[in-house]
């Protein structure tokens, strides 16, 4: 288990102990963690704050970065795989003040081939303010925005949140997609689900969270197909993990790394 936080990289071994990977005991050049992904060759890439993305193949780190790459910036929100090896991520858009606007990359490790998707490149519209990637089982890329932009690898086109979902929240986080296709979008209030275009919105109480302050962290699916959350309480413990089988929902508190914060 490979866990991103704010003091490195955690790889969690099959006997419980716990390894830290960070910039005093390794070539790491950021120690802020943004997200974590693994290819089919078992390599780790860490997207970071400030310092590209980092590289891990066993032996050492290899970086990722503006100086020597074609990132648009150094830092990298977030990663995903697609089923072609095809490295998807967002980085800030060099033209947006602030560094807030987020707009997709991607490269291809195998004919080292950086791809900026500009509004010039692709000849249509691409909003600024992407949250998350995804990529369906005929891969397909989905981006999280207000609603979702769908790229077929050949065009572009908008799939609608339904208005009346929209009033439940007011903030969008981060967006996964399982096996069977069925969309998660979570929000400051609670998890939207799209399965066979039937949306259905649940509240943080309806998934058994009832803390004053919830924050979605991270998700995964695992291989199992259940939709597994990272939810930030506060209190202690900080976190719970909330496991969705899309039937119902398990919370348990999530693990705690010591000082080490997610």
């Known amino acids: 288990l490979w866990v991103a936080t704010s003091s490195g990289v955690i790889c969690v071994n099959s006997d419980s102990s716990v390894l830290l990977f960070n910039m005093n005991n390794s070539s790491m050049e ?23 993305a980092d590289k891990f193949n066993g032996m050492g780190w290899e970086h990722i970065n ?37 707009r997709v990359f991607s490269y291809d490790p195998r004919s080292e081939i950086w791809t900026n998707y500009t509004d ?60 069977g296709n069925t969309f998660f979008v979570m929000t400051d209030q609670g998890l939207l689900e799209c ?11 309806d998934m058994g969270i009832n803390d004053p302050d919830n924050v979605f962290f991270d998700a995964i699916v695992d291989d199992s197909n259940n939709l597994i959350m990272l939810v930030y309480v506060g209190g202690t413990p900080p976190a719970r993990l909330v496991i969705y089988d899309g039937n119902n929902f398990i919370v348990r508190n999530a693990p705690t790394f010591g000082q080490y914060s997610y």
């Open 30 to 52: 950021c120690n802020d963690i943004y997200q974590i992904e693994t290819d089919d060759h078992g390599n780790i890439y860490a997207g970071t704050y400030g310092r590209g």
């Open 66 to 102: 503006t100086s020597k790459d074609r990132l648009l910036h150094n830092t990298v929100k977030e990663i995903v795989f697609d089923l072609d090896s095809v490295i998807w991520g967002l980085t800030p858009y060099i033209d947006c003040f602030g560094g807030s606007c987020y």
């Open 120 to 179: 010039s490149l692709v000849s249509s519209f691409i909003p600024c303010n992407l949250k998350s990637i995804m990529v369906d089982s005929d891969n397909n890329k989905y981006f999280l925005f207000d609603d979702l932009l769908k790229y077929d690898n050949q065009n572009w086109s908008t799939i609608l949140i339904p208005d009346s979902f929209k009033n439940h929240y007011s903030q969008l986080f981060l967006a996964r997609i399982d096996k």
């Open 195 to 205: 399965k066979d275009n039937i949306w259905k919105f649940y509240f943080f109480g």
